[in-house]
Structures are given as C-alpha cells and as structure tokens.
C-alpha cells in the first residue's frame, strides 16, 4: 500500500515510517524533509496544516491510507490540532483516500472524564482533540480509527497493551507505533474509537477483541 | 418570555438585555452581577462556561430562549467561545429549551473566505467560532438562529441593515442588538445563518427577505 504519514517529524511519526517502511510505500508528510531518517521505501511529501484543504489533498494523490500523527504540542491548539487535522480528513475526501487512522488522546471523545482525569492545563489540548475526532466520527466520510492512549513514554516496546481502558495509564511509543501498524492491516478496527494503555495483552489480540 | 442572555455584561450583552427588558423578563447570564445596569425584569443569574453541562443547564430552568453573545477576546477561545458555547447548546437540550439564538461572525462557515477577508491575526478566532456554529448546525437538537455580523463598531443604530452580504463589511452594535431581537419574534428565522452589516433595509424586512 501507499501510505501517507502526517506529522512525519514528530516522536510517533519518525517512528511510525520506519516501522511502516519494512511493509509499504510510505509517504512522509511534513513541512521540512527530515535528513536524520532516511529509509527505504520512505519519500517526503511537503504538508503544511496551516494550507488550505485543495492544497492539502494535492499530496494525497494515489494515496491508500492516511495517519494523523501531528501536533503543535499546545503551541497552535487551534490551527494544527482542530483545524488542520479536520483540513486532512475533508482533503482525504476529495483526493477519494478512505482510510483515515487518527492518533488522538485518551478520552478526547468524554469531556465529562477530563476533570478527574487530566491537570487544568491539559484542557486546551482535550477540546483541540475533541472536536477533531467528534468531526471525524460525525461528519467525515472516511473508513476511520481514531486511537486514544494517555501518556506517550519514551521506552522500550512491549508488544503487549490494554484496550478498553478505564484510566489514563501510560503508553511506550513503539506500542502505540505498532498498534497503529496492526490498526492498518486489521479491518475490524474500521469505524472504531480505541482507548489503550500499555498492559499484558498481544497487540493484534487486543485489536481483535474490541467488539 | 422568559429569556436568558449569556454574555450579559459584554458590549453585545448588556445593550441586548435593557432591549429585551422592554418585553420580556430577562435573566441577565455571567459571573458576576453587573450593578451598572439595573434594569427592571431583569435579573442575574450565575454562569461560568468554564462549568460542565449540568451545572449550567441549572441555570435554564423554565426558560423559553437563551442568547449566546459571550466571548473571551481572543483570551480563551478554546474553553469559552468554542467548547463554552457547545456547552450551553448541550446545556439547553438538558433543559429542554429549544430556542437558541447564536451571535457569531461574518463566514464563520466559511473558512474558504477567511484568507480574504480577514487579517490572519483573527485565523483562532474564526476556527473556535467556525466550530461552535458547525456544532449547532449539525449536532444540536435546536431551534437555532446564527447571526453573523462583521466588525462591532460603537455607533448609533440606524435599524436599517443588509442581510445575505458578500463582504465583512461593519455594523453598528446598536443594529445588531435590534436584530437579535427581532430575531426572537421571527420564526421564518430559526433554521438559518444570518450574515449581515448595516445597510439600508429596515431590519424586519431584511429578515423577512432572507429566503
């Protein structure tokens, strides 16, 4: 497949391109090339979230998959997290690339969760990545999955993770690399909303008993 | 009536309130009392949009039509003018009020217009309005009227303005106000996005005129 990776730069899409690389065509979307990561298989697309939706959906071209993996770490909550995600899932429908597998935040989708859940100065962020996933599970016409783990830590991968999950919790970034790997291969997930955390379940176990 | 003004002690919100205390009794809607502006049938009610939905669905009881005419200026456009406002559209539906009248701003549904029309300084601004007006339009169970002026500007009202406008253009606040509450009177209105600024049609007949 061509798989087109937005946010390619970042600590989940550096990592996401590598691991997709070894399987597919990949495209890395992002404003600058990132000469550190050169692989196989990996080809950079110029993206900018602040363009318009046409301009946008000109990278998509030919494309069979996109990933959301971008974020303006709280600095244009506005701008990339809301607006210029939902510009790539209205750019996805006019290029006609169906799936749509989106990186989101646990409980982005419960705002009455937040409180007891997240400090105060997270709350910016939540609504950012609430109104995106509620647009992409209300008004998109895209074969999504929106993934939603907690806390992202830079640790090793163990393969194994929780879905479902009830709390925050924390998450290494190779778990949910290769959650978001197993996500593209697995159909079932289409349609769905994935709270995970890392945990004692196989991934692709995990993936298969979401009901 | 019994009709609540959210914003109460803004610019918009307390010029709306004395129009509206001329016919019907008012629940003036924010944080603090405002001792300026007494006004008979006018009464305070306590609301923080930083509050969830069912504290501020409290403050609702036995109301027949609420305005939103709030704003943070720019200060705090994700938790007030974008999910504060959803808020009180999820608040209203809780206490089964069904009239609902939002002030917004000229193209807010159009983000195809905002390049030209506006400095990019307002791009925040624009996207929190964009999407507080999609959400009403699209998700909330409602008998919505958008009015969608362009620049307030502190002038005398004239009662005459233009509706179905091409260009930003600017509108006294006192027109604005005399629109929102002819607005409330006219049911050929709920259903429909207003955009408008000052002109020469008498504002009852614009209304009428929208088509």
Do not use: C
């Not at 999955?145 to 924390?170: C, D, F, R, Y």
């Amino acid at each position: 497949m061509k798989v087109l990776v937005i946010g390619a730069n970042g600590r989940v899409g550096s990592l996401l391109i590598n691991r997709l690389a070894a399987q597919h065509q990949v495209l890395a979307g992002s404003r600058n090339p990132n000469s550190e990561n050169v692989v196989d298989n990996v080809e950079h697309v110029f993206i900018d979230l602040l363009s318009d939706v046409d301009t946008i959906a000109e990278s998509m071209n030919g494309v069979d998959a996109i990933y959301f993996v971008s974020g303006s770490r709280g600095k244009n909550l506005l701008q990339i997290d809301l607006h210029g995600a939902i510009k790539t899932m209205q750019a996805a429908e006019k290029a006609g690339v169906k799936r749509y597998i989106m990186l989101s935040s646990v409980f982005a989708l419960q705002p009455e969760r937040w409180k007891e859940s997240f400090p105060s100065s997270l709350t910016d962020y939540n609504i950012a990545k609430h109104y995106a996933d509620l647009y992409l599970t209300t008004q998109a016409q895209l074969d999504y999955t929106i993934l939603q783990p907690g806390a992202l830590k830079e640790e090793a991968g163990t393969g194994k993770i929780e879905t479902n999950v009830t709390s925050p919790g924390t998450n290494s970034i190779a778990n949910v690399v290769d959650t978001l790997v197993a996500i593209l291969e697995n159909h079932s997930t289409i349609g769905k909303v994935i709270l995970m955390h890392d945990g004692n379940t196989l991934i692709d176990k995990a993936l298969n008993q979401l009901g």
